[in-house]
């Protein structure tokens, strides 16, 4: 992979994840996820949306004077009412974005010149009021490629830190990543490009992994992936694949994903789906008796992440349909309970019937319940047998003494 490591994480689950549909954060939560970003040695954060109002000026000005160790760059459109916003913020730096496909311009009634003709007078505005910007352009994969490359190289030309590639609608597959990316590549900028994807296909952690492949070394992200629509690519997925799958160190703290994916998860009122790669209630459990089986003696037969690298701890098995008498064999051995081959086989078949019928996996409390009742049948079995046996052998006393 062509990166030079380790590549550069903008998180911006304040603005482009709040932006979500029904998602706000409070000044409290602003704080908490920040901390916790900082933890994970984040670089750079954009905070949010100036041109919203005072209560966002306030907010920015707030988590500014927090003193994290981040970066903190705020976002607005290409308009110097909103540049001028940004500069009442005390963040470090500040992003515009300039709409660059033709469908958005025309839904804004404006065209290509108008874009050159406004980044002029941006770029001499933040430059007055910001130590650094960084000039966005959405909708580029919707862009016309001569056009985009040559708006990338003006950007560049007129002093912009970093130039961001935004997949505003998501269209984009790995391949066609590539293939955008290897276009803009044909000029040597001196500044890097950012990418930011949206995850409409699916695929946004992997079209992130594919312009890195290209070159690009910058990529936004936000928590949980949360962001518009289906969102946008995730922290912790970036993260990891690049660590597991490409073998990329990020200088991400890892080990705070788990809580961090659970706050932003209660604090935006988006739960994460039981099977959400990295940071999923499920996502490192297992049931199949075939796994548990050789899980059993070496967890990275079939499980790849290592819980305690995500601030998690290995979780027990599920219980159910397709659970084996190795997993219950270990369970009863975790609780320092005997069980004989007998009544292993017995009460998997159990757990086995119940799991279908109520079509859901068996807890390890429901397991004892099943256990303890059928020992105290086998008891009442065995004591009843006693009393049949005790009472043929009176009734045959009595008859022989009879005689």
């Known amino acids: 992979m062509k990166l030079h490591p380790p590549p550069v994480l903008i998180d911006t689950t304040l603005r482009d994840g709040e932006q979500a549909p029904g998602v706000v954060f409070s000044l409290a939560d602003k704080m908490t996820i920040c901390g916790m970003l900082d933890e994970a040695g984040i670089q750079e954060v954009e905070l949010g949306t100036p041109a919203m109002g005072a209560r966002e000026v306030n907010d920015l000005n707030a988590l500014n004077r927090a003193g994290f160790g981040f970066i903190t760059t705020a976002w607005c459109r290409a308009l110097p009412a909103d540049i001028i916003a940004a500069s009442k913020t005390g963040c470090h730096g500040v992003h515009f974005s300039f709409p660059v496909s033709d469908i958005l311009l025309e839904s804004i009634g404006k065209h290509r010149d108008w874009i050159v003709e406004q980044l002029e007078t941006l770029v001499e505005l933040a430059s007055d009021l910001f130590p650094f910007f960084t000039v966005g352009a959405q909708d580029a994969s919707r862009a016309n490629p001569d056009f985009l490359r040559a708006f990338t190289q003006y950007a560049a030309l007129c002093g912009a830190s970093r130039v961001r590639i935004a997949d505003t609608v ?142 998690r701890n290995d979780m027990p098995f599920v219980f159910g349909k397709h659970s084996g008498r190795e997993s219950i064999r270990h369970f009863f051995n975790s609780i320092n309970t005997e069980i004989s081959e007998m009544d292993c086989s017995i009460l998997l078949d159990q757990i086995k019937w119940q799991s279908e019928n109520l079509k859901r996996a068996i807890s390890e409390s429901e397991i004892l319940e099943l256990y303890n009742q059928m020992q105290s049948e086998k008891d009442l079995l065995q004591s009843n047998t006693a009393l049949v046996m005790q009472t043929s052998l009176s009734k045959i006393e009595n008859e022989w003494l009879g005689h």
Request: aromatic letters at 6%.
């Open 170 to 311: 998501g269209l984009l597959t790995p391949n066609t990543t590539a293939r955008l990316f290897r276009n803009l590549m044909q000029v040597d900028y001196t500044i890097p490009l950012e990418f930011h994807a949206h995850n409409d296909l699916g695929v946004a952690a992997g079209n992130v992994l594919a312009a890195a492949n290209t070159g690009v070394n910058c990529f936004s992200v936000t928590v949980n992936g949360l962001g518009e629509r289906a969102g946008n690519a995730a922290l912790e997925e970036v993260v990891m694949a690049f660590e597991y799958g490409e073998k990329i160190n990020t200088g991400i703290s890892t080990k705070v994903f788990s809580k961090l994916s659970r706050f932003v998860a209660e604090a935006s009122n988006r739960p994460l789906h039981a099977a959400k790669p990295i940071t999923g209630e499920m996502a490192l459990a297992h049931e199949s008796g075939m796994h548990t089986n050789s899980i059993i003696k070496n967890r990275s037969t079939y499980q790849l992440l290592n819980a305690a690298d995500i601030g």
